[in-house]
């Protein structure tokens, strides 16, 4: 604080005597601090981008002389203010570019799945599969053609078998009654005693034959060599012996 200017007639005597001793000679020289403020901008985030802020400077300076001729107090003050801009930080691109190349990585990723793999294992799938069947299929083929010629040599030995075995005396059976049933027919007569001249012989080979007596209308005698409970059962057999006996046999129902 400044102090009130005297006049020369208001010198007192006592201060000038106490200047010369506390001074030493020196005029009284009052001074006021320098006031100096700094504002710090406020920065805000915001969602959009924005300028970058500047930071301004403002300092004050003052000062107060007394002039030792005159006894006048003198002020002076001033203010500077500077302005200092950071350097902009250019973003970075690495997310971006990161982020665009993930992107891209599955959609090759599932293009590659949907178009080649997945096709891939259907088609070996279905490849597989249809081995199988084959495999399958050519298995059972092989153990049909297996059974076939098991059955043939089970026919073949059993033949040469009954070839090869002394035959059995057959039995001579007259029927005295029907009896509904079909019978291989060998030969007919009228005569009787030619009928059982042939059926003696085909027994002295094991054939087992029955006669069948004239009847109703018919009046011949036949000579039976099989029969059956069927006609196509009776008739299976004959066509079985027409290889030995010729194609004469027939079947008739009695």
């Known amino acids: 604080m400044a102090r009130r200017k005297k006049t020369t007639e ?49 300092e004050h300076y003052s000062s107060s002389s007394q002039s030792a001729d005159t006894g006048t107090t ?15 930080e250019e973003s970075s691109m690495a997310p971006k570019i990161i982020g665009i190349i993930v992107v891209v990585l599955l959609a090759l990723a599932a293009t590659y799945y949907f178009a080649v793999y997945k096709p ?19 298995k059972e083929q092989e153990r049909l ?22 035959p059995k005396e057959g039995s001579i059976e007259t029927l005295s009654e029907r009896t509904k049933r079909y019978y291989v027919v060998i030969s007919s007569s009228i005569d009787d ?8 012989e085909l027994s002295a080979s094991g054939v087992n034959c ?7 209308k018919v009046k011949f005698s036949r000579l039976t060599i099989a029969e059956g409970d069927t006609y196509a059962n009776a008739q299976s057999i ?6 030995q006996y ?7 129902k009695y």
């Open 74 to 88: 003198s002020h002076s003050s001033y203010e500077s203010t500077y302005t200092y801009t950071p350097p902009k």
């Open 210 to 216: 029955k006669i069948i007596p004239p009847y109703g």
């Open 238 to 243: 004959a066509d079985g012996l027409k290889g």
């Open 120 to 138: 891939q294992q259907q088609a070996e799938e279905k490849a597989l599969l249809d081995k199988k069947r084959k495999d399958a299929e050519a």
């Open 10 to 58: 208001e010198k007192p005597t006592e201060e000038v005597t106490g200047s010369s001793d506390d001074n030493f000679g020196l005029p009284d020289i009052d001074y006021t601090p320098i006031d100096r403020t700094e504002e710090t901008p406020v920065i805000q985030e915001t969602s959009t981008p924005e300028p970058e802020p500047v930071q301004t400077k403002t």
């Open 246 to 252: 010729g194609d004469g046999l027939w079947v008739i």
């Open 145 to 166: 053609q297996e059974q076939q010629r098991l059955d043939e040599e089970r026919r073949r030995a059993q033949a040469e078998a009954e070839a090869n075995a002394k």
């Open 193 to 200: 005693d030619l009928v059982m001249d042939y059926a003696k």
